[in-house]
């Protein structure tokens, strides 16, 4: 379903999405959407593959054109000259074979009217180690530095982000996630798309969490869990509840498990042994985006669709 949605007014709005819209063979993958995002912070686009978010993104950059609504910069339409001031990292890019990663950074400097240096480009995303090795053996996670590194090759305004951090293991996202925080210091204009809800956390100071094409909630993350969630949530295997946990907690059925939202834990918990609940498996933890998102759609993030 589509949120109500209030937009923020900004005098710093970046850029302006209005009513966008995109089908594949009679397939909303992109449902009417609307958002702004101001300068100098890093928007999250988040949601499961086929949510739409990719196509959304692809619109954004001026890859793939919208079958309705519009998008714009400054509140003008996409140009040429806003073109040079855009950095993309797309989910795969093909690079020219037995380049190093220097080469790499020379080859794609010739495209753009004004670019950063190799050496300023290595020290921003810490290729220096691996500067001279072909960029076919390089590590997943420093391939996808040296992919970012080319995203900043144009010192762009706006830097696009699509799904970066797929495939990286737990330490090497995290030292990714260490390179957008500097980038962000830097002042620059972030759009990320991702489903790792722990990375949104981390990196966006606002969000707007798609699903089916549709954008079902919009806001700083602490903001949108502090709206949705208060105190902690307990989380039970599904089992037959008696009526007065029903009646007084008001689980919530979601794939397998009664979530429970309280702000009284060992009241609920003292309830819940006064029941004769079973407790085995039993979780208690803080709400997070993840949480957030099973609530408002009933489902995880491996939903289907169209196109991520």
């Known amino acids: 379903m589509q949120a109500e949605l209030t937009e923020k007014t900004s005098t710093n709005v970046m850029i302006q999405v209005t009513d966008l819209l995109k089908t594949f063979k009679g397939i ?8 702004t995002v101001p300068a100098g912070i890093c928007f999250g686009l988040l949601g499961p593959n086929g949510a739409g978010k990719t196509t959304t993104i692809e619109m954004m950059e001026g890859i793939s054109k919208p079958d309705g609504g519009e998008i714009r910069y400054y509140g003008q339409p996409m140009s040429r000259e806003m073109s040079q001031k855009i950095g993309i990292q797309f989910q795969n890019t093909a690079l020219q074979d037995f380049l190093t990663s220097r080469e790499c950074l020379t080859l794609f400097r010739s495209f753009y009217q004004h670019s950063l240096s190799e050496d300023e480009l290595m020290d921003i995303c810490d290729l220096h180690d691996f500067a001279n090795q072909d960029h076919r053996k390089l590590s997943g996670g420093q391939k996808q530095r040296l992919l970012l590194a080319l995203a900043l090759v144009n010192d762009p305004d706006i830097l696009f982000l699509d799904e970066p951090t797929t495939g990286l293991d737990p330490h090497a996202r995290r030292n990714f996630w260490d390179l957008i ?30 699903d089916k094409g549709c954008i079902i909630a919009r806001g700083a993350p602490k903001a949108l869990l502090s709206e949705h969630f208060k105190g902690v949530l307990i989380r039970l295997p599904q089992q037959d509840l008696p009526a007065k946990v029903l009646s007084q907690c008001q689980p919530r059925l979601e794939q397998g498990h009664y979530f429970i939202n309280t702000d009284h834990v060992e009241q609920t918990l003292k309830l819940l042994v006064e029941q004769s609940v079973l407790l085995e498996g039993l979780h208690v933890k803080s709400a997070n985006l993840d949480d957030l998102f099973l609530k408002l759609t009933g489902h995880g993030l491996q939903g289907e669709g169209v196109k991520a």
């Open 28 to 35: 909303k993958a992109v449902d009417g959407i609307s958002f």
């Open 181 to 210: 925080n500097k980038i962000k210091q830097q002042g620059k204009t972030i759009v990320l798309t991702t489903h790792y809800m722990d990375e949104a956390e981390q990196l966006c100071d606002d969000i707007a969490i798609m």
